[in-house]
């Protein structure tokens, strides 16, 4: 018993002389080791947090936009925007925040939000989408060159019959009428059968004559 009494002593003193060496290493290892763990679990919590507040405010911008309230739909979007943009809201605040602006005839905002949803959108349809609305701001302001460049990047296929007929008009406002002609055919093709958007194409296509 004493062999065996003198080997667990020198194991103990061995685990004590190790720990002596390498405690601090071995404290620093678990401390970062919760750390991180906590830090994963505080991300996600604010994570979460950022997105409930964000749906909060997202939800009272609808309000405001569905009263017809566009100062305050551009107030609350220029919040989501500013405190909380990597949400998905912020993008869709900026999209009712550049309809509202466009609506009481200020392109200026109107272009600055589209733009911050072209730069910071995650989704790319709804990156297109800015892209579309802000090519009929520039259209609208007469800008046709650059209402056409940013019509000619690449986008979803589900906006193509939009964009093609956006398009359309810019080329026959710059009296390019054969252009127009196969941007609106394009337009057609693009578009659903049986949507009431489809006629609203075939009406301008068709005023345009057969090509010469």
Known sequence: MAVYDLQEQEQIDELKAWWKQYRALVLLVVIAASLSVSAVFGWRYYQSRQAFEA??????????AGGDDRKK???IAAVLVEQYPRTGYAAL???????????SGDAAAATTRLQWVIDNGKDDEMRDAARLRLAAVLFDGKKYDEALKLLETR?????SALYADLKGDVLLAQGKIDDARRAYQLALDKSRASSAYRELVRIKLDALGEAK
Not at 93 to 103: E, P, Q, Y
Not at 155 to 159: G, Q
């Open 93 to 103: 605040a900026a999209l009712a925040a550049a309809r509202a602006a466009f609506d």
């Open 73 to 75: 739909t551009q107030d």
């Open 155 to 159: 986008h979803a296929d589900v906006l």
């Open 55 to 64: 749906g909060e405010l997202y939800s009272q911008l609808q309000g405001a």
